[in-house]
């Protein structure tokens, strides 16, 4: 059911984003300051409605087992690369310093490019959002200690961190931690639950280290 109404809803939403655009753009008419800001209002709630729905289809397919893997040879310092320069503007806004940190010699892992792409944006993207102005975060990744036929990838930042009795519980739908702190930020808490799915569709696992204050380190295996 949430599969297909979320597939719905995504259709007139995409022709109410055109319109809007169009409106903004000036191509149906002059529009005052006033107006633009409105329609602006609009639009930024219309991302927020698209990407929404874009997690409940992911989620459906992630709890229905429909979710479809393209395995190929990845490696991942390009992945990495490629996500920290889509995520550089929105921490240059908060003045914060992405990192690489990654052996000339790492193995090239068995993966599925999008999703493993997927999962590095919702750790990078949680971690500027946790982690106030100037901050740091740095991507590393090395070999399993545990598993030398798996990479275990790291994302460690300055942020906030977590509470311990959350550490376990914030990787389940909807779940998200109540406090003064991140009362500003807006999510839906599915981002972390789909990650997680992401990650058992490779077979590997992801768990978290924090300290309240200091930050959160997630690290996953491939
Ligand atoms: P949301 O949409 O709320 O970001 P997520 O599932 O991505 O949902 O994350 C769940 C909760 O885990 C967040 O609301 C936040 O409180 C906490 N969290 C996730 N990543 C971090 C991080 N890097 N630092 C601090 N808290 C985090």
Request: aromatic fraction near 6%.
């Amino acid at each position: 059911f949430v599969s297909v109404a979320s597939h719905e809803l995504r259709t007139p939403l995409a022709a109410i984003k055109n319109a809007v655009q169009l409106m903004l753009q000036g191509k149906t008419g002059l529009i005052n300051e006033n107006q633009a800001k409105f329609l602006s209002v609009a639009d930024r709630n219309i991302n927020r409605l698209t990407s929404i729905l874009n997690s409940l289809l992911d989620l459906s397919r992630i709890e229905s087992k429909k979710i479809e893997m393209k395995f190929e040879e990845l490696v991942l310092r390009s992945s990495i690369e490629f996500i920290l320069s889509s995520l550089k503007p929105q921490a240059d806004g908060k003045s914060i310093q992405l990192k690489m940190e990654i052996p000339e010699e790492l193995p090239s892992v068995y993966g599925d490019r999008e999703k493993a792409e997927q999962i590095l944006t919702n750790l990078v993207g949680n971690a500027i959002k946790f982690t106030p102005e100037g901050g740091k975060i740095s991507v590393s990744a090395k070999p399993f200690e545990e598993n030398g036929d798996m990479v275990a990838i790291s994302v460690r930042d300055s942020g906030i961190g977590i509470p311990e009795d959350q550490l376990d519980r914030i990787f389940e739908k909807f779940h998200q931690v109540e406090d003064p702190l991140r009362r500003s930020i807006t999510g839906t808490g599915l981002g972390l639950a789909i990650t997680k799915g992401l990650v058992e569709a490779h077979h590997g696992k992801i768990w978290v280290e924090s300290e309240v204050g200091k930050g959160s380190t997630f690290t996953f295996t491939l």
